[in-house]
T-cell receptor, first 113, second 112 residues
Framework: DTEVTQTPKHLVMGMTNKKSLKCEQH?????MYWYKQKAKKPPELMFV???????INESVPSRFSPECPNSSLLNLHLHALQPEDSALYLC????????????FGPGTRLTVL | RKEVEQDPGPFNVPEGATVAFNCTYS??????FFWYRQDCRKEPKLLMS???SGNEDGRFTAQLNRASQYISLLIRDSKLSDSATYLC?????????????FGTGTRLTVIP
């Protein structure tokens, strides 16, 4: 299984809603990542988990809250988002180590009204 | 200065043409390098890793010049299916997890 899955594929939410994005991989990767991608821009790193511990938080606002319940799962909890948070949210995983490529999920396309 | 710089294009080439993309990176301590391909509204997919000795995969050849901090991708005999955005990616992370920096991407359209 060389796949990273993400749910939901699309999400529309209001600014007062609470929702969660989910990511799962069964490749035995111990590093997992959240990225945000706006149209016609490259992905921007948000969070990195290494061995289920948060190792990088790229100054992301607290309305985004990551969680790594186990080595296969990664969640991103959303609360009180702004319309400018509308974007494609990509999850990725890799084996830890500098030479190892990241594998991306198909993303969740989020619209905040 | 951006960590990874690419010519955004767009590159519009006829089928069968050879096209080259270039990329520079700022951190001389960077250890690993990749080219990813991203189709419209899809996720990035790994095209190839880039090694110091250069590497080839079919019609695709990647080169790395550490002295100049420069990476290239050459596509020979372009196909219509090669139309996509090509992302130059540099790993500037620490041990335990990697921290990828993406170039802005180069948009390629192969024309019949």
């Amino acid at each position: 299984d060389t796949e990273v899955t993400q749910t939901p594929k699309h999400l529309v939410m209001g600014m007062t809603n609470k929702k969660s994005l989910k990511c799962e991989q069964h490749m035995g990767h111990r590093a997992m990542y959240w990225y945000k991608q706006k149209a016609k821009k490259p992905p921007e790193l948000m969070f990195v988990y290494s061995y289920e511990k948060l190792s990088i938080n790229e100054s992301v606002p607290s309305r985004f809250s990551p969680e790594c319940p186990n080595s296969s799962l990664l969640n991103l909890h959303l609360h009180a988002l702004q319309p400018e948070d509308s974007a494609l949210y990509l999850c990725a995983s890799s084996r830890p180590g500098l030479a190892n490529e990241q594998f991306f999920g198909p993303g969740t396309r989020l619209t905040v009204l | 200065r951006k960590e990874v710089e690419q010519d955004p294009g767009p590159f519009n080439v006829p089928e069968g043409a050879t096209v080259a993309f270039n990329c520079t990176y700022s951190n001389s301590a960077s250890q690993s390098f990749f080219w990813y391909r991203q189709d419209c509204r899809k996720e990035p997919k790994l095209l190839m890793s880039v090694y110091s000795s250069g590497n080839e995969d079919g019609r695709f050849t990647a080169q790395l010049n550490r002295a100049s901090q420069y990476i290239s991708l050459l596509i020979r005999d372009s196909k219509l299916s090669d139309s996509a955005t090509y992302l130059c990616v540099v790993n500037m992370g620490q041990t335990g997890a990697n921290n990828l920096f993406f170039g802005t991407g180069t948009r390629l359209t192969v024309i019949p």
